[in-house]
C-alpha cells in the first residue's frame, strides 16, 4: 500500500485485510456530546407528556396524539445520538467491488459498486444555506461529497456529508490509488 498524498484523518483507520483494503472512520464528533444533553432533555419532556397523558383511569387521547409529532422528534434524535456514538463507515476495496457500509446502528447510504466500473473519483464541494431565524438572514456553510464517474458518466454519491474537506480528500486519494485510477 502505497502512503497517501494526505495524511490519515484522526479517526479513522487503514488496514488491508484478505487481500481487501479496509478503511474505516468513525462517526463521533464533539457536537454528539453536547446533543446528548439536548436529546435527554427532550426525551424527558416528552416521558413527561405522556404521562401525564395516561395517568390515571381515563387517557387523554387528544394530548397523546397532539404529542405524536414530537413523539417522532424524540426518536429520530435519540437513533441519531446513539449512531453518531457507536457508528462508523466502513470502506472496503476489494479485487472486484468497492462497498460502502455504516455499523452497527443501520443507516442509509450503504452501496456496493464493481471496481471495474469506476473511470473517476473526485470530491465535491456545494455551498449550502439555511435559514437563521434569530438573525433573520441565510447562513452559509458548505459541505462535501466523494463521488464516482463510472465508465458511462454517470455520477453517482459514494458518501455524503463531510465537514472536514480532509476527510474527504483523503478518502478520495487511497481510493483512487487502491483502484489505481487517473487524477
Known amino acids: 500500500m502505497q502512503d497517501p498524498i494526505v495524511p490519515t484523518p484522526s479517526g479513522f483507520k487503514v488496514i488491508r485485510q484478505n487481500g481487501s483494503l ?4 468513525r462517526w463521533w464528533k464533539i457536537h454528539y456530546l453536547l446533543l446528548t444533553f439536548f436529546t435527554i432533555a427532550w426525551d424527558s419532556f416528552i416521558i ?16 397523546a396524539l397532539g404529542a405524536i409529532f ?8 435519540t437513533y441519531y445520538t446513539l449512531a453518531g456514538f457507536i457508528n462508523k463507515t466502513i470502506i472496503v476495496i476489494g479485487q472486484a467491488s468497492l462497498s460502502i457500509t455504516h ?3 443501520w443507516w ?3 452501496r456496493s459498486y464493481s471496481s471495474q466500473n469506476f473511470h473517476k473519483v473526485f470530491v465535491k464541494t456545494e455551498e449550502n444555506r439555511r435559514w437563521d431565524s434569530e438573525r433573520e438572514e441565510y447562513e452559509f456553510y458548505t459541505s462535501h461529497s466523494l463521488r464516482m464517474r463510472d465508465k458511462e458518466g454517470k455520477e ?8 472536514d474537506l480532509q476527510d474527504a480528500i483523503f478518502l478520495e486519494d487511497m481510493i483512487r490509488k487502491e483502484l489505481k485510477l487517473s487524477e
Do not use: C, T
Open 48 to 63: 413527561f407528556i405522556y404521562r401525564q397523558a395516561f395517568k390515571g383511569g381515563n387517557p387523554d387521547w387528544g394530548m
Open 22 to 25: 479496509v478503511m474505516i472512520r
Open 103 to 105: 455499523d452497527p446502528l
Open 70 to 77: 414530537h413523539l417522532m422528534v424524540a426518536v429520530f434524535l
Open 108 to 110: 442509509p447510504g450503504s
Open 156 to 163: 453517482r454519491i459514494l458518501i455524503e456529508g463531510f465537514d
